[in-house]
């Protein structure tokens, strides 16, 4: 699979898209609108094509990328736009379903210890049945084509039969802590609710594997002393903020996707309050809000199936979007910027309307532009280009 995108030839959806980006107010539950803001000019750059369910993109050296493919492939993306061989040494995930290979993303200090973390879905040992969402670590080569010194340092318990909602993002604090969120595994949402399992949970853990001291439920008895929050869905978005906090989106049932910052301790509320309903129709749950239970930042209703999120710190694109974080829609193919202070989303744009692409990951480069996966058997990365300075 080695070769180069024509850039000049393979263009979006047969142009370039040169988009002045028609952004919509989008109402979003009942979230405070502002008046919309002329966007920058921007055109959505292909940078490379052909791969298979990409589901992550991180920024090596020299301008080159590495993405994972859901399928449990682990890819270099040339500068240029040239999708590398297969890496050696990546372990076998469960792919089917919505398991495989998964997120992720390179060490805060990567230029010196060339460490990666990624996660994935992994089976049960010996054959058995069942499979749960896994952490590992691992030294990329110094020629980029393998992985070295690999080792899971976290597995997700208890191990289900299920090929749905392993949620697996993954943020890592300046103190060097990760942070991976977890999804319930559908069939298992009132473990959410519980602490003797790790289904709905965000955990923290250090880069050797180990609990923090500070984690929330070191001392409790009867509960997984990784738990940093619980009450989660299906988390698939999760960075550090400008704020140095952590945030994350999940997918809701019918409706009610959410935007939180999960604080230690805390709980999130489903499957007991949710801004959805059960698929076909119907209450989910006791209602929207409950005693002990926190609120969504921001919360979708109807879904827009919420995947990948990061904030925008460049002015690449001038002042106007600096700070605003965007979040990928993979049932719309739209791109989401949304204004926030305050502790509020004060402001939304549906961006991309008409890409029809869906977009599964979202990040900022080290060039400060950003850079989505579209998620597709033919899956690209994207680079958002501003427009030329007239």
């Known amino acids: 699979m080695g070769w180069t995108l024509n850039r000049q030839v393979v263009l979006v959806n ?20 502002g008046v919309p803001v002329p966007p920058p000019a921007v055109s959505l750059v292909p940078v490379a094509a052909g791969l298979v369910h990409p589901w992550a993109v991180a920024f090596l050296p020299g301008g080159q990328f590495l993405v994972t493919e859901r399928p449990g492939r682990l890819r270099v993306v040339s500068a240029v736009g040239q999708v590398g061989p297969a890496l050696a040494g990546v372990p076998q995930v469960a792919a089917g379903g919505q398991g495989g290979l998964l997120d992720v993303v390179t060490d805060n200090d990567f230029a010196r210890n060339r460490r990666i973390y990624f996660c994935f879905a992994e089976p049960a040992a010996g054959g058995a049945a ?49 942070f991976v969120a977890l999804g319930e595994r559908y069939h298992r ?32 008895p ?11 869905r299906n988390p698939q978005g999760a960075t550090m903020g400008p704020d140095g906090k952590l945030w994350m989106h999940e997918h809701g049932p019918q409706g009610g996707d959410e935007i939180n910052l999960p604080q230690p301790g805390r709980n999130y509320g489903w499957p007991v309050i949710t801004y959805g309903e059960n698929y076909g129709g119907g209450k989910m749950g006791e209602g929207t809000a409950r005693s002990g ?46 204004e926030v202070s305050g502790g509020k989303v004060q402001k939304e744009e549906r961006l991309l309307q ?10 900022q480069g080290p060039d400060g532009l950003l850079y989505l996966l579209t998620d597709s058997p033919q899956g690209r990365l994207l680079r958002l280009q501003p427009a030329a300075a007239p």
């Open 189 to 220: 949402k009132d473990d959410a609710q519980k602490l003797d399992n790790h289904h709905g949970k965000v955990i923290r853990i250090t880069p050797d594997g180990a609990v923090p001291p500070d984690n929330p439920y070191v001392k409790q």
């Open 130 to 178: 069942g499979n749960s969402t896994a952490l590992a670590r691992a030294t990329l080569s110094a020629d980029a084509s393998s992985l070295q010194e690999v080792r899971v340092i976290f597995s997700q318990r208890p191990k289900v039969e299920s090929a749905l909602h392993f949620g697996c993002r993954i943020a890592q604090a300046s103190d060097g802590n990760l």
């Open 222 to 232: 009867g509960a997984l002393p990784e738990i940093w929050s619980y009450g989660h």
């Open 14 to 33: 047969k142009a370039r898209v040169a988009i002045c980006l028609i952004a919509a107010s989008a109402h979003a539950g009942s979230q405070a609108q």
């Open 293 to 338: 239970m926190e609120q969504p930042l921001h919360h979708w209703t109807p879904s827009i199936a919420p995947s990948g999120m990061a904030f925008l710190t460049s002015t690449r694109y001038g002042t106007a979007w600096q700070g605003s974080l965007f979040v990928g829609s993979l049932k719309f193919g739209t791109l989401h910027r949304l």
């Open 354 to 363: 008409g890409n029809g692409e869906r977009i599964r990951d979202v990040r």
